[in-house]
């Protein structure tokens, strides 16, 4: 996954959160907005406790002392008994008093709020990125241990890969092979000695890197001068890969080849470097060049 795909993912991702957000912010404003209405104090009392509380109105209840409530009684008994009439109702004074009551609420009662949501969203933004991250990184950094560059990649069928790079004109045509990232071509009739010991060549065919030796241009096959010319900066090569002109230090690498029960086998994690050849296998161009005039060959 490149990184450009990693910064979509992320932008998708932070814009889900966001929207989910600004919905969730929406959804309580919309239920605070609706204020609930107000609670009658007097819902629920009797109509004579409704009527008692009506009577002390602006009526101020003085405190009495015990003693001097004692001799009131003594009093009020005497003039009964003198008198003997009714007593004086007594006025019943209703004392209402408001009191709070704080409730603690479990945290699934009382819900998220905003700055816990935003909270817990930066943080899933964050550790998914980081998780991301780490999984490409462990990709790019895992060993390929079958297939591909790096591995022994199977070119095919000997006797097909044969058919292809020989043609019946005796003119050459090399077999790119994308998973290796090599051209086989076929072998010079004689080996040079750079590349003895090295097993480079295998049943007449070579591999070749396809990456200049200069800055890493990929280099491909020019066929009326019959060898590999760079259009970066010009660098040449003949039919196996052997330097000719340009700005290129050594010769094309080349891979270590071999044949498995009649597959051919490109080593792509074994590359041979050789340096300049002393003198051309074979002969080149033998035609003109793809990219500009060619250098007189050195005799």
Known sequence: MSFGNLVLIGVALFAILGAVGAFTIAFRRSQTDQA?????????????????????????VEPISVA???DAVDEIVVEVDA???????????????????????SPEEAGVTRRQFFNRALNVTFFSF??????????????????????????GDLAEVKSQVFTSDGSVLPLFVPEAKAYIVPAPSSLSEQYVGLQVETEGLMA?????????????????????????????YNSV?????????????????????????????????????PSLTVKYPQG??????????EA
Do not use: Y
């Not at 104090?41 to 004579?48: H, I, N, R, V």
């Open 130 to 155: 980081l998780g991301i991250m780490g999984v490409n990184s462990l990709a790019f950094f895992w060993p390929r241990l079958s297939g591909g560059f790096g591995t022994d990649v199977d070119a």
């Open 68 to 70: 001097a409530a004692e």
């Open 288 to 297: 003109p060049s793809c990219i500009g005039a060619v250098a007189v060959e």
């Open 241 to 277: 890969g052997e330097w000719f002109a340009g700005p290129a230090p050594r010769n094309l690498d080349r891979f270590v080849v071999e044949v498995q029960n009649g597959r051919f086998i490109i080593k792509t994690g074994s590359v041979v470097l050789t340096s300049r050849a």
């Open 83 to 105: 008198e003997e009439t009714e007593p004086a109702p007594s006025t019943v004074a209703i004392e209402v008093v408001e009191t709070q009551r704080v409730v603690e609420v």
């Open 208 to 236: 070749l890197f396809q990456r200049c030796v200069h800055l890493g241009c990929r280099v491909p096959w020019c066929g009326p001068s019959q060898g590999f010319e760079c259009p970066c900066h010009g660098s040449k």
């Open 36 to 60: 609930p209405e107000p609670v009658d104090p007097a819902a629920g009392l009797s109509t004579e406790t409704i009527e008692a509380d009506k009577s002390m109105a602006g009526v101020r």
